[in-house]
């Protein structure tokens, strides 16, 4: 399908959002890429299903999750494909010495949670859509949202006690 | 002679749900008095909030990178 010259402006001022999510999923800048790729592919060939006037981000991402369904599909379950902490530098915050090892420590415990886990955070927690909105993108019932998004929290905060680093004051403790 | 008392059981998915502000304004209230007396709800939003922030600064200013001409392509070309 031809896009018109605003649709496709209303598509390339949503790539920034897409890459961000896919980078959520995928942990890995070109396997994000590559689905945003492919998804804009498909949101382009499939237009003339988008109703005007309602949320075009929203719509890119269900097409995202779709494909990123189709894809595990075809894979058994597996860990990201890079550790997720080797996204640039210039894509996080400038931190201190301390705030850069926890983020790297968040960024090894969001890797390892389930996608469907990392998937409902990056929509609510990430994107800051409402459950209603997410579960429309997810293709599930709010209230399966609403507890998903409670286990993934859940996990994740587990995963970060595991990684967390022992201080000195730990240490010492623990040698006492 | 006092009426009875009404019990207001809080679930986690709860107090997760008003983490996100997706509660009506009854359970509202209800989780914020739950969150105020109880140090174990104070401590999961503590934690939950902090974990929200560390998912933005993790991945929020992904969106203020060039966006990669390949896929500026795909839409324009």
């Known amino acids: 399908m031809r896009l018109s010259t605003e649709q496709a402006k209303a598509i390339e001022a949503e790539i920034p959002y897409l890459r961000r999510y896919a980078r959520a999923l995928t942990g890995n800048p070109d396997a994000a890429d590559d689905l945003v790729q492919d998804g804009l592919e498909r949101a382009i060939g499939r237009f003339d299903q988008f109703q005007p006037g309602t949320n075009l981000r929203a719509w890119l991402f269900t097409i995202l999750h779709n494909m990123r369904c189709d894809q595990h599909r075809r894979m058994v379950r597996r860990p990201l494909e890079l550790p997720i902490e080797e996204t640039p530098q210039h894509a996080c915050i400038r931190a201190t010495q301390t705030d850069a090892l926890q983020l790297s420590d968040f960024r090894r415990a969001f890797g390892r949670l389930s996608e469907a886990h990392r998937e409902v955070l990056a929509l609510v927690g990430l994107e800051g859509l409402d459950y209603q909105q997410a579960a429309r993108i997810l293709g599930v019932e709010v209230g399966t949202v609403k507890s998903r998004v409670f286990r993934a929290r859940e996990s994740l905060r587990r995963e970060q006690l595991m990684l967390e680093r022992p201080t000195p004051r730990h240490m010492w403790r623990a040698a006492a | ?77």
């Open chain 2, 1 to 77: 002679m006092s009426g009875p008392v009404e019990l207001i059981v809080i679930t986690p998915v709860e107090v997760s749900a008003f983490v996100d502000g997706e509660l009506s304004a009854e359970e509202r209230c209800d989780v914020a008095a739950c969150v105020r007396d109880d140090d174990r709800a104070a401590c999961l939003v503590a934690a939950w909030q902090w974990q929200q922030a560390l998912l933005y600064a993790a991945f929020g200013r992904i969106i203020e990178e060039p966006t990669p001409q390949r896929l500026r392509l795909t839409v324009t070309a």
